[in-house]
């Protein structure tokens, strides 16, 4: 495909989108110092829009990671400007809109969002006094309300950058809370919880997190002369696609960028320094190819509508690449695992290549074992996404359940993370399936050795343990049966033992 094409341009666009949204919605305070690089390997100047689309919506759905996405763009904003005034304008202009209309929700999400971008100095201290004038200007009780939380969030460095201008406010609460102005009294005595705040210097309310503080003094982009008084153009326009013409050239530019950025233009500079020979560019073509089709793959993976569309894209493109299933493969369990939860539409494109070809489903068999192999590597949320995909494929008997036999249920065969994909796979079986025909499906094949082992009562006991606890009894019915007639079995050769050892004692006694 032509990468200057409008096809090709659009289904980068697509894959843009999803892996910022994705982003975006997965950081958090453990992870952000992870999640930054990840944001910068994507093109952020095309993807400006969607980057501030994406913060404004998951800080309205999660207004307690506030401060996190407020880091995030304070980062951004050192290398790209004009990320922090996109997003701040826009931010300005839902509070213009959220306050004519009385939208009080709204007006939180912007408010908080605003102090805490303050906090990170990516705007101006102004405009969280010119916020709190507009306020307290005529209050009723949602706006003093507002107006204290703002408080809260960003006192700490307005009572630092501007102290004379904190008093301000503080005498307007005063007033407020001498005069009542009909304010309820459930809101004045918010006022005066936080004039305690204010005596303790805003200890509990620090401006940022420690872990949150990413940005030294000299390297941070404020930006002056906003104000809520302003009219805003909101730049809708960068979060539509729109074909490019030197789209090549400006993914190039920002190749060059992103390598400036995360200092990996001194890596390549080292290797350019070696040997240019006609057998060095031989022995790099063929990775050069499989670079292009993972990548080709990925992105039609991210950006189609459908899995029968994504289906017919992936096998088009892997007629000129015979004998590389497994890079589907494996991109389709990557892509799965790095969703914000696990869906539908990657259990049933996997559903659908094992059908069309043997060799997908001896491809995903090897998968399942890599990936069971190495299962201890990934986060609890990977290893469930990824469960729940190969039970999507053994419910559908894409796969052959003999898989399974590479699973020896034992707790010293068993670390703590593949147990947990033991148990989200027959968790999620047991929902598909039903337990009556869950039981039927195993029946069919012998888990002695594996699942159901029969090996050792040691070993017997944990596995039915095990399915208890995960609230699957239901399928150890025969294995607990096994095992009660086990135990029936040692209590009599025990008890048959003791009484040929007490009939060869009596006999001595009679002699």
Not at 144 to 158: M, P, Q, Y
Not at 176 to 201: C, P, Q, S, W
Not at 221 to 230: C, K, N, P, R
Request: glycine share 4%.
């Amino acid at each position: 495909m032509d990468q200057g094409s409008d096809e090709y341009q659009r289904l980068t666009w697509d894959a843009l989108t999803k892996s910022i949204t994705r982003l975006v919605n997965k950081v958090n305070a453990t992870n952000i110092k992870d999640i930054i690089p990840e944001l910068y390997a994507e093109n952020l100047i095309r993807g400006r829009g969607l980057f501030c689309r994406s913060c404004i919506n998951s800080q309205a759905a999660f207004p307690s990671f506030t401060d996190v996405y407020a880091a995030v763009v304070a980062v951004l904003n050192t290398k790209f400007p004009e990320i922090g005034i996109v997003l701040l304008r826009r931010l300005i202009l839902q509070f213009q809109i959220a306050y004519k209309h009385n939208d009080k929700p709204q007006l939180a999400a912007s408010i908080k969002f605003i102090a805490h971008l303050a906090n990170q100095n990516v705007v101006n201290e102004l405009i969280a006094l010119e916020l709190l004038t507009l306020l307290l200007e005529k209050p009723t009780n949602d706006s003093v309300e507002l107006a204290v939380g703002f408080v809260t969030e960003c006192g700490s460095l307005l009572l630092e950058v501007s102290p004379h201008g904190l008093h301000g406010v503080f005498e307007r609460f005063h007033g407020i809370l001498h005069k009542g102005e009909e304010i309820d009294n459930r809101v004045l005595f918010l006022i005066e919880d936080l004039f305690e705040l204010r005596i303790a210097k805003f200890q509990d309310y620090p401006a940022i997190c420690p872990e949150l503080d990413l940005v030294e003094k000299e390297d941070q982009w404020t930006h002056v002369g906003l104000s809520l008084a302003d009219k805003i153009d909101p730049q809708i326009a960068v979060d539509i696609f729109k074909p490019d013409p030197n789209f090549v050239e400006n993914e190039i530019f920002y190749e060059e960028l992103k390598k400036d950025i995360l200092g990996e233009k001194e890596e390549e500079d080292d290797q350019e320094l070696e040997s240019d020979s006609e057998s060095d560019l031989i022995k790099d073509e063929p990775e050069t190819n499989l670079m292009n089709l993972r990548r080709s793959i990925y992105l039609t993976i991210m950006s189609s509508v459908d899995f029968e569309e994504t289906g017919q894209k992936l096998l088009r493109i892997l007629k000129t690449a015979p004998g590389q299933e497994i890079e589907v493969c494996t991109m389709l369990l990557e892509c799965c695992s790095n969703e914000t939860t696990y869906l539908r539409y990657y259990g049933l494109l996997g559903q659908r290549f094992c059908t069309i070809n043997e060799v997908y489903r001896d491809t995903f068999k090897k998968c399942f074992v890599q990936q069971y192999s190495t299962i201890q590597q990934l986060e609890a949320n990977k290893i469930r996404k990824l469960a729940m995909f190969f039970a999507h494929l053994l419910a559908t008997n894409a796969l052959t359940w003999h898989v399974l036999a590479y699973i020896r249920l034992t707790k010293e065969d068993t670390t703590s993370s593949s147990r947990i994909f033991i148990k989200f796979l027959f968790q999620d079986l047991s929902e598909q399936l039903g337990i009556r025909l869950l039981n039927e499906r195993l029946s069919k094949d012998s888990f002695d050795k594996s699942i159901f082992p029969k090996d050792n009562p040691i070993n017997t006991r944990f596995a039915i343990n095990y399915f208890t606890s995960i609230g699957l009894d239901g399928i150890t019915e025969n294995l607990r049966d096994y095992y009660t007639n086990m135990q029936r079995l040692v209590i009599q050769q025990q008890n048959s033992h003791v009484e040929s050892e007490s009939a060869g004692s009596k006999k001595r006694r009679i002699n």
